[in-house]
């Protein structure tokens, strides 16, 4: 039988340009991490796999700070834990509140839609955040079944205060939902104290590891509404009412072929932050954004936000001058020092850098050269 030969295209092994991530995320993964990831498979329902099941819902758990049962990880990137966190708690034609300071809240009006939620917004200027006040008058005005946040705003560098907001969210009998894909494993995050029903994140970030196993956790108040909505849930792969009984129980029930690479990575990921302590570890990613931050205003170089205390410690936006190219200076970067930084998108397109000093990534050395980097680059 002829093959087709033409797409048959000679290559050479992999050769991975050695990139120091210093953008929004991925950045880089811990060598441990690394290591993790290229164990021998296991299968799914393997006793052993079920066991670091077991282990990574535990870790997860004193990550989060979070007693809630249902904490797992989900088989995607951040976003698919984010469309799991959505689907399971909108109810169609119910009213979602939805807090917007910059493009990832615009996602959440986006699947909160697609799953049929009567979507209300409150607005904030990008880089800016809600007061307790703004979000009370929010929760009065529209009575929402959700309230929905993001806790870092990965597109303004803005850091959302949550002290408070699960308590009034009890007072309107509604849920809290957070969106902590920047923030897990990098900034305090208290989903137990601060009453969060339901939160997300990805790996890839605070975490220190690939992307493709995101964390989840969903609370008993949350489970209850779940339980509650009417009819199957439109998506198969997010439902948690199947997902439920896979991470659960005695008898694993099967759903789908997840991953053991990726969990024994997101595994290995959680055991460093054990190892470390939650405390030293937000300690570490404030002290070396400040670093940071002392080194951009010594060259001349402002935060697009200006309160220090409303900064993710692990993303900064930085301003770009007048006058310069911003991606001009990214590219440069990227291709005379093998160091990565993003640009500003949406309402900040031009405007600003994000850089993220994420996890493992979280390091003076690193700080210093990109500081010296950008320095000799804006001189010209
Ligand atoms: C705040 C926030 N939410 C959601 C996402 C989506 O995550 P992912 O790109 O891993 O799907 C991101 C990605 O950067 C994010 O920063």
């Known amino acids: 039988m002829p093959v087709n030969n033409t797409h048959r295209v000679p290559t050479t092994p992999l050769n991975i340009p050695p990139r120091l991530l210093l953008g929004p995320g991925p950045s880089d993964a811990h060598p441990r991490v690394l ?51 959505v689907a399971n708690t909108v109810i169609p034609g119910a009213r979602v509140l939805i807090g917007v300071m910059g493009f990832f809240g615009e996602r959440l009006v986006e699947m909160a839609g697609r799953y049929g939620a009567d979507v209300r917004v409150m607005e904030k200027a990008w880089g800016d955040v809600f007061t307790l006040d703004d979000i009370r008058a929010g929760l009065e005005k529209h009575q929402p079944t959700v309230l929905m946040l993001v806790h870092a705003e990965t597109s303004t560098g803005a850091l959302q205060p949550l002290e408070g907001v699960g308590e009034l969210c009890r007072q309107f009998d509604c849920l809290l939902l957070t969106d902590c894909v920047t923030s897990l494993g990098a900034a305090p995050l ?34 209850a509404m779940r339980q509650e909505r009417p009819g199957k849930l439109p998506n198969w792969y997010y439902d948690l009412t199947l997902l439920q009984p896979y991470w659960g129980g005695e008898r694993r029930a099967y759903h789908h072929t997840m991953s053991s690479n990726m969990n024994y990575a997101l595994r290995e990921g959680l055991l460093l932050i054990a190892e470390e302590g939650l405390e030293a570890r937000w300690q570490r990613h404030q002290q070396n954004a400040q670093l940071f931050w002392d080194g951009l ?65 979280s390091r003076p050395e690193n700080v210093m050269t990109l500081l010296a980097a950008l320095q000799r680059l804006l001189r010209g």
């Open 297 to 361: 205003a010594e060259m001349g170089l402002e935060c697009h936000v200006a309160n220090p205390a409303h900064r993710i410690p692990s993303l900064t936006t930085v301003r770009v001058p007048e006058g310069v190219d911003a991606a001009a200076v990214a590219r440069r970067l990227l291709n005379e020092y093998n160091i990565e930084i993003a640009g500003g998108f949406g309402k900040l397109a031009g405007q600003v850098w994000r850089v993220g000093l994420m996890g493992f990534n």
């Open 190 to 223: 208290l989903v137990e104290e601060w009453g969060i029903d339901v939160a997300y994140s990805c790996s890839q970030k605070g975490l220190g590891c690939p992307p493709g196993a995101s964390p989840l956790t969903f609370g008993p108040r949350a489970m």
């Open 35 to 85: 290591r993790a990831l290229s164990m021998p498979q296991l299968s799914h329902l393997d006793p052993a796999f079920v066991a670091i099941m077991n282990e990574i819902q535990e870790l997860l758990r004193y990550t989060w700070q979070s007693e809630h049962e249902l904490t797992i990880s989900i088989s995607g990137t951040g976003s698919a834990a984010m469309e799991t966190a």
